[in-house]
């Protein structure tokens, strides 16, 4: 069992930057694949971003690409979202997710095992 928790939301002006946090319980934490999504009103989740257990490996959707880093510290139990050059679009409830095991598409919610709450981002013009 893993629980997630998010931190660091909040409110920006477009180009701003913010850093998400996720901080995991549990043993076997950096066995897990983590990765964030995302969704504002009105829509459908979408994948942000993604990282394998060891952090070799990092997945981008196009839109955060070249904006957004993800990072892990498994000594910390902890999984961040490094964004930058904020934009409106990016408004979004923002979660934090784990798999034990992805034996598909990083991009698939259906992936993952375990969902943070979420954290409000919310980028003004």
């Known amino acids: 069992q893993v629980q997630l928790v998010e931190s660091g939301g909040g409110l920006v002006q477009a180009g701003e930057s913010l850093r998400l946090s996720c901080a995991g319980s549990?043993?076997?934490?950096?066995?897990?694949?983590m990765g964030w999504f995302r969704q504002a009103p009105g829509t459908d989740r979408e994948f942000v971003a993604a990282?394998?257990?060891?952090?070799?490996?990092?997945y981008y959707a196009d839109s955060v690409k070249g904006r957004f880093t993800i990072s892990r510290d498994n000594v910390k139990n902890t999984v961040y979202l490094q964004m930058n050059s904020l934009k409106p679009e990016d408004t979004a409830v923002y979660y934090c997710?784990?798999?034990?095991?992805?034996?598909?598409?990083?991009?698939?919610?259906?992936?993952?095992?375990?969902w943070g709450q979420g954290t409000q981002v919310t980028v003004s013009s």
């Open positions: 549990g043993r076997t934490f950096s066995t897990y694949a």
């Open positions: 997710v784990a798999a034990a095991y992805l034996s598909g598409s990083p991009t698939g919610a259906l992936e993952y095992d375990y």
């Open positions: 990282i394998s257990w060891g952090g070799g490996n990092t």
